[in-house]
Each structure stands twice: as C-alpha cells, then as structure tokens.
C-alpha cells in the first residue's frame, strides 16, 4: 500500500520536478479560467494566433540578446491588442486574425533562421523548446516566475469575471446597462495573451491551445452554471497537468507536453462522446425489445 | 540558397535563367503553381465561409502526418495528405451540441482536435529521434528537395480538388452566403460542408509541402481575403485570388533562391503586403473610383 507514496516521495524529491509542478499548476489555473471566457466567448481563434506569436517573440528577443520571456509577453500583448483594435468594437475577425497570424509566424522564421545560423553555438535546443515546451527544464526562478504572473492573470480575470460574464453573454444588454465592453473585450484579450505568454514555457507555443480549449469544454458541457463551470475548467486544466506530469515522468519516453494535452483532451473527448454512445445503444436495445415483445 | 546561386544582377533575363538553371527549382515553381492556384480556389470559400480556423487547424494536423509517415518510413507526402482528410473527417463528426445552454463549441472542438494533433507531432518527433532538420521543414517549409514524383501527386490532387468544387462550387456558395434560406431551398447543407472540409484538408496538406504547415495561411486566408476586399463579384474575386496567390508564390520563391532566408518568410512578407495595400485602397481610395465595392464577396 505504501508504494505509490515511495514512489511520488521519489518523484518530489527531484527539484526539477517540483519547480515544473510549481509553474504547471498556476498556470493550468490560468487557462483554465481564462479559456472557460474563451470558448463561451468563441474566441479559441485568438488563443491560436497569439500562441504562434509567442513564438515569434520569444525568437525576437533571442535575436537580439535579450531573456526570451521578455519577447513572449511583450509580442503577445501588442499582438492582441493590436488584432483587437484592427476588428470592430475591440472584438478579432476571423480574416485579420488570419492575415495578422501569417505574417507574424512568417517573421518568426525569419528569426529562427537568424537565430540558427548566427547563435547556433550558444543554444540550439532553443527551437523545439519554445516550440513543444521545455518543463523540466525550469529553474527555481523561472518557475517562480511562472507561478507568480499565472496567479496574478487568474487574479485579474476572477476580478472582471461577473461584468465579463455579461458583456460574453449578451453584449447589447452590457452595453446598455454602462457596462465598458469595449474596456472589457481588449483587456480580456490581453488576459488571454498574457496566458499564452506563461504556458509557452510549460506546454509549448503549439501545444497549449488544448490546456485553454479541451479543460473549458469539458466543463461548458459538464455544467451550465457559469461560476460552477469556471472552478471546474480550473480543476481539470490542473488534474490533466498533474497526471500527465507524472505519466511522463513514469514512462521518460513520453514527452510531457503530449502527456499533459493527452491528459486534457481525452476527458473531453469522453464527456462528449460517451453520452451519445450511450443514448443510442440505451435505444438501440428498446427497440430490440420491442420487436421481441411484437414477435 | 545554393552555394552557386551567383549573385542578383539587373538583368532580369539573366537572373531568371539562374533561378530555372536547376532542376530542382523548376519543381518548386511547378509545385507553387499547382499549390498557389489550389489554395486560392479553396481558400475564397474558406474566407467567405469564416473558417479560417478549421483551415488552419487542419494545416497543422499535416505536421504528425509528416512526421508519422517518417517513422513508420514511408514519404511524407502521403501522411500529409492522410492526416489532414482524416482531420477533416473528424471535425465533421464530432457532435456539436445546439440547444437552450448551448454556446459555440465549435471553436473548443477545433482547439481542442489541433492541440492533440500537435500533440501526436511531438510524440512521433521523440519516438524517432533525431531527424530535427527534417522538423523544421515539416513546420516552415522547403521548396529544395521537391521530387518529379511529388509534383505528380499534388497535380492529380489538386485537378481532383478542382473538379470537386467546378461541381459543388455553385450551391457551396448559395449555402456559404446564406445558410438558412439555402438549406430550405432543399440544397443538402451536411453533405456539402462535410465535402468541403475533406477539399479544405487536401489543400491544406498540399500547401503545408511548399510552406510548412504554419505557414500555410499565408496561401489559403491572405490571398483570397485580399480580392474579396477588391471586388464584389465571385467569379473576378476568385480568379483574382488565385492569380494573387500565384504571384505571390514565384515571387517568394525567386526572392528565396537568392537569399538566405526561408521562403516562407517572403511568401507571408508578400501576402501580408498585399493584404495591407487592398486595405488601404479601399479605405482611402476606393470611394473616388465611383461604385464602391462591398466586402464579402456576396454578390
């Protein structure tokens, strides 16, 4: 009985591993909160073109000699409030965040192969990392980091939830009753910029749209109560960067950015699948039924 | 990029011989061509219809297609194209739910179905260890080792892509412009929007092999989004996107050969540019042109 405690004991007793669970649960709880607003509001589209910003951003400070994560959050926030000036009323459209996202990845190449063939010698695992995410890699003070600003994002996003949850809900309402929803919509982008900014380090700039959208439509189709549904993708951004954390570091051949997504879609994809399955196997042997009772 | 490219001159003859002197570079503007014109057709229905993110999502589950295909040993070409329909199929079959508490799910489905696509990418990547080069080439793109073969393939792609939508292009666009009332003039709305994304995947996949998976927008939004700010009409708007798409593309690839540089870098430059002229055209000059143009493409 006492063996999986021996072994999470081991598991702890790395400090490489404490440092990834300390910068993987803040920042599971900040796109979790932040990604519930983003499916309810649609906005999955801006979570995915400011993921590949980072990119392009963190490269652009490497560039230029600087701390990639300086690049990451400055990028990503001009980047969206840039694309949310660009749209009406603060909101992203669908062709300028298309156009916006092609070019700015286009200038992220640009910078990766400037940054290959002029820094090679100094760190060429740089790519994949910001790319796919490098968690255990972290330093106690980069961790820190992480943890510190995913807080202060959750922070700021459960202070604005209840008028955000209005202007999401019914804008014209919102707007009518004085509620800022042009304040609300750019500061909410922000928020998800800033988010994509702290999970680049966990799960990578491709890879953390699924922590933002699987966690928040698992819980959008578990409950329709907004506060109840927003602690739920909270828990399970969290349970899906712990197991998969701890699968990973189980079985080393798996990397921990597929284990954590893995962790975060397969429940969804549970919820939303099994129910159907079940209601037409459920109808399927009623029929059966019926036509045994006829025969 | 070769180490013999020889400089750029003013001789614009000359320079163009220099870039069709090899082989290799006569595939790549073969295959842009093939790519360029499948993306514009594609892409105007993709930008009128607002799915740029499917599209986009769909580029990208090339990514563990390529590197799946690499793994298992076979060329990469046939796992883009696998995994890209099979990302089309899926997305086509997840239940979406509509209802009272329903709110858009759509968009969580797609995030949802890219990140874990990405995800498989990753895994696939560490399972066959060493081969990043090749990584960087799925993502960004290389027009240097395009094969005779490979411009066979996305030939016979794209002219089945075409014929595909020369038929359901017509009631695609009824049903693009306005759903509800094409829907109840009977045009059978699952059947087309399911055939669509399976074409929107094929030309995903063919785009991805030219300019990486990432950077497949630059062909598939851009361009298309550019004429339909230009002009209302469907049929100039569409021709226009692909002649902008092909423009664009042997451009790129001219400026790449003689630059260091990726040539997905010029190819988003290009389209990004164009993007930002058509916008400022219309917003500062188009109403001294008389008629002014309406947005969208709906005719």
Redesign the interface.
């Known amino acids: 009985m006492l063996l999986p405690f021996a072994a999470l004991a081991g598991m702890f007793s790395h400090p490489f591993m404490r440092y990834a669970f300390l910068a993987g649960t803040a920042v599971a709880v900040a796109s979790g909160l932040v990604g519930y607003f983003a499916?309810?509001r649609?906005?999955?589209?801006v979570?995915?073109a400011l993921s590949?910003a980072a990119f392009t951003g963190a490269f652009a400070a490497l560039v230029v000699g600087l701390d990639a994560r300086l690049g990451l959050f400055i990028i990503t926030v001009a980047v969206a409030l840039g694309m949310g000036l660009l749209g009406s009323r603060g909101h992203a459209d669908?062709?300028v965040?298309?156009?916006?996202?092609?070019?700015v990845?286009?200038?992220g190449?640009?910078l990766?192969?400037?940054y290959t063939?002029e820094r090679s010698t100094t760190n060429g695992a740089a790519?994949?990392a910001i790319?796919?995410g490098s968690i255990f890699g972290l330093t106690a003070a980069s961790a820190g980091i992480a943890a510190l600003l995913a807080l202060v994002t959750a922070g700021v996003l459960l202070i604005i939830a209840r008028p955000l949850l209005f202007a999401s809900v019914d804008e014209a309402v919102a707007a009518a009753q004085g509620v800022p929803v042009r304040a609300l919509s750019l500061g909410f982008l922000a928020l998800i910029a800033l988010t994509t900014a702290e999970s680049t380090q966990v799960v990578?700039a491709?890879?953390?749209?699924?922590?933002?959208?699987?966690p928040?439509?698992a819980a959008?189709?578990l409950t329709?109560r907004p506060f109840r549904g927003l602690a739920l993708a909270a828990v399970l951004a969290v349970a899906a960067v712990w197991v998969g954390l701890t699968v990973s570091y189980a079985a080393p051949?798996?990397?921990p950015?597929?284990a954590v997504?893995?962790c975060?879609?397969l429940p969804?994809?549970a919820i939303?699948?099994v129910p159907?399955v079940v209601r037409r196997l459920r109808r399927r042997s009623a029929s059966r039924i019926a036509t045994e009772a006829a025969v | 990029m070769p180490a013999d490219a020889g400089g750029l001159s003013w001789n614009l003859a000359a320079d163009l011989q220099g870039v069709l002197a090899y082989h290799f570079m006569v595939n790549a503007f073969l295959a842009g061509a093939v790519v360029a014109v499948l993306a514009g057709l594609v892409g105007w229905f993709m930008v009128l219809r607002r799915e740029s993110f499917v599209g986009h999502t769909l580029a990208v589950t090339g990514f563990p297609g390529a590197a799946g295909a690499t793994l298992v040993g076979i060329s990469a070409v046939y796992g883009f194209f696998a995994f890209c329909v099979a990302g089309a199929l899926i997305i086509t079959a997840l239940p979406r739910r509509r209802g009272l508490h329903s709110f858009s799910e759509e968009s969580a489905v797609v995030g949802t179905v890219q990140a874990s696509a990405l995800a498989c990418g990753v895994l696939f990547v560490s399972l066959y260890r060493g081969f990043l080069n090749s990584v960087n080439a799925f993502l960004f793109g290389s027009f240097l080792g395009i094969t005779d073969s490979q411009v066979l393939v996305l030939l016979v792609v794209a002219a089945l892509a075409a014929v595909t939508l020369a038929v359901i292009g017509r009631p695609l666009l009824f049903l693009s412009v306005d759903a509800d009332v094409a829907a109840a003039s009977g045009v059978p709305a699952r059947p087309l929007t399911a055939a669509f994304l399976i074409l929107l995947g094929l030309a995903a996949a063919a785009v991805s092999q030219i300019t990486g998976t990432l950077l497949v927008f630059a062909l598939l939004v851009v361009p298309p989004a550019t004429a339909q700010l230009l002009t209302a009409r469907p049929f100039f708007s569409l021709m226009l996107a692909v002649l902008l798409g092909l423009a664009i593309t042997w451009l790129g690839l001219a400026i790449a050969y003689y630059s260091p540089y990726p040539v997905g870098f010029f190819i988003t430059t290009l389209a990004f540019a164009s993007y930002l002229a058509a916008r400022t055209w219309r917003a500062g000059l188009a109403p001294h042109f008389g008629r002014p143009a309406a947005a969208r493409g709906a005719a």
């Open positions: 499916v309810l649609s906005q999955m589209f979570g995915d590949h669908d062709v965040i298309g156009s916006v996202f092609a070019w990845l286009g200038l190449v640009l990766l192969a400037i063939t790519g994949p790319l796919f990578g491709l890879l953390l749209l699924g922590l933002l959208a699987a928040a439509a959008q189709r329709t051949r798996l990397p950015s597929f997504i893995a975060a879609a969804y994809a939303a699948l159907g």
